[in-house]
């Protein structure tokens, strides 16, 4: 068994190889073995330096690791400070405030208890000249009582005004009012602002990675897309396996489903994307390219990929492109091809189309906040025979 068969993958005898090997590709073992040694070791190669690179990121996400803890006990430790900072002063103005009271409470008390002093005082002289008065006024002699009746003291200016006027307990409940409504105010800014800060700390992500730069690089995110039959238009026959939809002229006898698209030619797909995926759509003429929000309308214009808040689109013309979202269309030039590339970054926000051929091509990048699980989706045109197809890309 010292020869072996290539064609056949296998190790055979003299013997064999001109008779039931005839005509096969044929060398000697110690070839092969030369030949796959030499295979192995430049794939060993190629492992060892994965495992270099491997271990040099192992290093940088360590790195990564000690920043992301130090920048936390570090923000942890300023906010701290911020706090405090805060709270001393709302403890000043506090302080501030109880001091104001006081010492307004003191002025108002002080000038009370003089006004109070003064009327006591009036009172006294005013009990005074009534005493007098009577006794002058029991005089039984006429001449005693004409004699000392100019001899009272005339009255002097009262102090008293009826202007004055008790309000208990009512004296500061404008300053109480006044700070409610800074509390009030301040509850706000920081529920607002908790709102802020709180998003803030959300969108730390160290480990977002970028977009890929080459269609190896999306193929790592490929997923494989069919298309939900509850949802397909009864204009679009359903083939290969629900990945591709083609116009015809005869509508097809798909069960009622609320799902359905009723009005346009569309059709979502059954898998709920989330995460980063990467799919392609080949195309045969008028086709919209689209990812759905689940709950997009059903019948209507504003059931159309593009025509609507819940969906974006890319529409596909013989010379151009249009993207869509909520109404509002973005012309688009870039090179033709029957096949279009999507990248979805759900958490990231983006959402780009590309032209695919020998080469990729931007066509167009979103960039947004997505709120929902999206779905792909196509739109075909009214033309017999116009499809779209998800590739296989696996």
């Known amino acids: 068994m010292n020869m072996f068969c290539r064609t056949d993958q296998k190790s055979i005898c003299y013997l064999c190889s001109v008779e039931e090997h005839k005509g096969h ?3 000697s073992v110690v070839a ?16 060892q330096q994965e495992i270099q690179d491997r271990e040099k990121d ?3 996400l360590q790195q990564e690791v000690e920043a992301i803890n130090q920048s936390a006990d570090k923000t942890v430790e300023d906010s701290e400070e911020i706090f405090t900072e805060l709270i001393s002063l709302l403890q000043k103005r506090s302080s501030d405030v109880k001091q104001q009271i006081r010492s307004q409470q003191e002025t108002e008390v002080r000038r009370v208890r003089e006004l109070e002093e003064k009327l006591q005082q009036e009172i006294t002289d005013l009990k005074r000249r009534d005493a007098e008065m009577k006794q002058l006024s029991d005089t039984e002699d006429h001449n005693q009582f004409l004699h000392n009746y100019p001899s009272l003291s005339p009255l002097s200016e009262s102090t008293h005004s009826s202007s004055i006027s008790i309000c208990p307990l009512s004296y500061f409940e404008d300053v109480t009012a006044a700070v409610s409504e800074v509390r009030g105010r301040l509850h706000d800014i920081l529920r607002d602002m ?3 800060i709180s998003l ?9 990675p970028k977009e890929p730069k080459s269609r190896a690089g999306f193929l790592k995110y490929s997923c494989e897309t069919t298309l939900d039959p509850n949802t397909v238009n009864i204009w679009l026959l359903l083939s290969e396996e629900n990945r591709k ?20 030619t569309q059709v979502l797909s059954r898998e709920s994307l989330t995460g980063r995926h990467y799919w392609e759509v080949e195309k045969k003429t008028g086709v919209f390219v689209a990812v759905s929000y689940k709950n997009i309308n059903r019948s209507g214009r504003e059931s159309i990929f593009g025509y609507n808040d819940k969906s974006w689109s890319l529409r596909c013309y013989s010379d151009r492109y249009v993207f869509w979202y909520n109404s509002i269309q973005t012309s688009i030039s870039g090179p033709q091809s029957s096949r279009i590339g999507v990248y979805l970054d759900h958490r990231a926000g983006v959402l780009s189309f590309y032209s695919v051929s020998e080469t990729m091509t931007l066509l167009h990048r979103v960039q947004t906040s997505f709120t929902q699980p999206l779905y792909a989706g196509v739109y075909v045109g009214n033309t017999d025979g116009d499809s779209a197809e998800f590739c296989k890309l696996r």
Do not use: C, G
């Open 245 to 264: 939809v083609t116009f015809t002229d005869q509508h097809q006898s798909y069960s009622d489903h609320p799902d359905r698209f009723t009005d346009y």
């Open 25 to 27: 590709d044929i060398v």
């Open 200 to 208: 803030t700390i959300t969108d730390v992500d160290v480990l977002l």
């Open 58 to 60: 192992v290093k940088l």
């Open 194 to 196: 908790w709102t802020n």
């Open 32 to 47: 092969e073995r030369t030949e796959r040694q030499r295979e192995m070791e430049v794939r060993r190669q190629q492992i």
